[in-house]
């Protein structure tokens, strides 16, 4: 039985942007939307279903189908990423302007490698602006150059002649996409043919977690609308964590403001968490948004679990987190793989449990051991395929058989393997690697070079392409004995949990405190809302770790939601 509010959302028949709380039912809703527009005879144009990760676009597929609710086949109906789409309609068919080249995804552009000369040191295509190429500064200082001390110039030139190149042979990432459908749309005449084109064969559009939007993504999606096409956006701004790639939290609700009151439609409604939890989620919006907390409807409706409130002492992340979680976790019978420790890096989250870290680096040794660890770590922490990619990316790096990580998809299509032939093999290599703590680390590292170096380019040696390193035992280290797992931030979006901690850090708590608390609006917006999507992810049990010197604080702010809160000195 839907909501008054969904009901509103699965009957409104023109364009409509929805905001959407956490666990506010929006797939179910969507796939009800769905089932209305198949069955009406009337109209056999399709509907597209849009969203911004392969995770989502699963999620939904399977949903749909579940229900009967999309045809099969499913054309003329479309459902896939934003990134995608584009790539369909509006690249694949009409080319990249001004190149005769047939189009080519070349998904992991962004790791090119920049260099203006042979010993200098390189930096990855990312850091460049892909429509000028200049410079992103805070990109490039993050990989170890500082462009108000070094001279830059060289390297944007090559960086410059590196995309001109790429885009004359029609290697193109989905950043250029939007690049090229910009150029496109930038033509009146084509933008008008391509949008009756789409209306003719879509009744309605969705764009679902329409808060990952860039700037670029939320201009097409402003096209498609004024091309007459039916558009349905749904969001929650408060959970936009991509600034990284342009986010548009303060274009999304001016975005908003386009929609006439009739058309811009609530889901308050939490299905997924607690009364406490519901009221922790409003105290960690901007203090404009907290209204009222979102109403619990869900299975969890009436219980009356705290949240718990983590204080810890020091100046780095306490490895007392983890095992003050797992003991608050344990009356519950929850599997421990389904409680993770969530942190906006995952060093921090693993520092939580009590598990070794290492710091970024290049040595070939220590990136096979760390994905080998990942693969098998994903398996309770999901992300598996993306964990397979990674070890089969690292262990041609290691082979031989591409220079750095940016070569990976270039090679794969070069080679014929797109159909992914190349699995069982490194399923078998995977198997391979995995690490018993009885062995020592030189063990390990015999039979990874015994492994992998099986298929090594003729001419190079696999011993020293595989070297040791006194760091290997940390890379091999696994979590402790009934610990959480430790994820990011980033990689829980769109997931749900049964218990969940959540790890601030003292470089950023006091920052977020401050925001939270209205007294600034410094540039802590950002981390703020990580920290709501985190929080958000729980569904009965919720806990917040926190450094002590901003603990009493977090308190009150919870407390002023009507969040039942316990403390916890650790």
């Keep these: ?73 499913l054309f003329p109906s479309f459902i896939g990423t934003f990134d995608r789409f584009l790539w369909q309609f509006l690249i694949a068919p009409f080319g990249i302007p001004g190149s005769t080249a047939t189009p080519r995804l070349v998904p992991d552009k962004d790791d090119w490698e920049v260099k203006p000369y042979g010993k200098a040191q390189s930096l990855h295509l990312k850091c460049f ?69 789409l209306g003719a064969r879509f009744r309605e559009i969705v764009v679902d977690e329409a808060q990952d939007c860039n700037p670029a993504d939320l201009a097409i999606v402003s096209w498609l609308r004024k091309s007459s096409i039916v558009v349905k956006v749904i ?144 398996f309770a922490a999901g992300n598996r395929r993306e964990a397979l990619i990674a070890l089969h990316r690292i262990t041609l790096v290691v082979q031989g058989h591409i220079n750095s990580a940016g070569d990976y998809h270039t090679y794969i299509a070069d080679n014929g393997l797109e159909d992914g032939r190349w699995r069982p093999a490194i399923i078998a290599v995977a198997n391979g690697l995995r690490f ?38 940390a890379a091999l280290s696994g979590a402790p004995p009934e610990a959480s797992p430790p994820r990011t931030i980033h990689s829980a979006k769109g997931a749900e949990f049964p218990a969940v901690c959540v790890v601030m850090t003292s470089q950023t708590a006091g920052k977020i405190m401050d925001y939270l608390e209205g007294r600034t609006t410094n540039s802590a917006d950002e981390d703020a809302r990580k920290i709501y999507v985190a929080a958000s992810r729980a569904e009965r049990l919720l806990a917040l770790a926190v450094p002590r010197s901003s603990a009493s604080r977090m308190r009150a702010l919870l407390a002023g939601t009507g969040c039942k809160v316990q403390l916890h000195e650790i």
């Excluded at 796939?31 to 969203?51: H, I, K, N, Q, Y």
């Excluded at 015999?446 to 011993?463: E, F, H, S, Y």
């Design 1 to 73: 039985m839907p909501t008054d509010q969904q009901r509103d959302v699965i009957g409104h028949q023109g364009s409509a942007f929805v905001t959407a709380c956490p666990g506010a039912g929006k797939t179910r809703t969507m796939v009800e939307r769905a089932r209305r527009l198949t069955d009406s005879p009337e109209d056999r144009r399709g509907v597209a279903f849009l969203s911004f990760t392969n995770a989502a676009i699963d999620e939904l597929e399977e949903r749909l189908r579940a229900f009967g609710s999309l045809p099969s086949p």
């Design 129 to 197: 602006d892909r429509a000028t190429g200049s410079v992103v500064a805070a990109f490039a200082k993050g990989e170890g150059f500082d462009v108000s001390a070094r001279d830059i110039s060289p390297y944007e030139t090559r960086a410059r002649n590196i995309i001109s190149v790429a885009r004359a042979i029609g290697h193109v990432d989905f950043e250029d996409v939007r690049i090229c459908v910009r150029e496109h749309l930038a033509d009146p005449a084509f933008s008008a043919r391509v949008g009756a084109a």
């Design 235 to 378: 969001c929650d701004p408060h959970q936009s964590i991509y600034k990284f790639r342009g986010g548009v939290t303060d274009e999304l609700l001016r975005f908003a403001d386009t929609f006439v009151a009739e058309d811009r439609l609530p889901m308050s409604g939490n299905f997924r968490s607690t009364p406490a939890i519901c009221a922790a989620i409003a105290a960690l919006r901007p203090p404009g948004a907290r209204t009222e907390p979102d109403k619990p409807l869900g299975r969890y409706k009436e219980d009356r679990t705290p949240v718990h409130l983590l204080s810890y002492s020091g100046s780095g992340v306490s490895a007392r987190i983890g095992p003050k979680f797992s003991e608050l976790v344990r009356p519950f019978g929850i599997p421990f793989d389904q409680t993770p420790v969530l942190a906006s890096t995952r060093a921090s989250a693993a520092k939580a449990i009590g598990q070794p870290t290492l710091k970024a680096t290049t040595h070939k040794t220590l990136l096979l051991a760390q994905v080998a660890m990942n693969y098998h770590f994903a």
């Design 436 to 473: 018993d703590p009885a062995d020592a680390p030189d063990q390990w590292l015999a039979k990874a070079r015994a492994l992998v170096g099986r298929d090594v380019v003729k001419g190079l040696n696999i011993n020293q392409r595989l070297k040791s390193h006194g760091d290997l035992a």
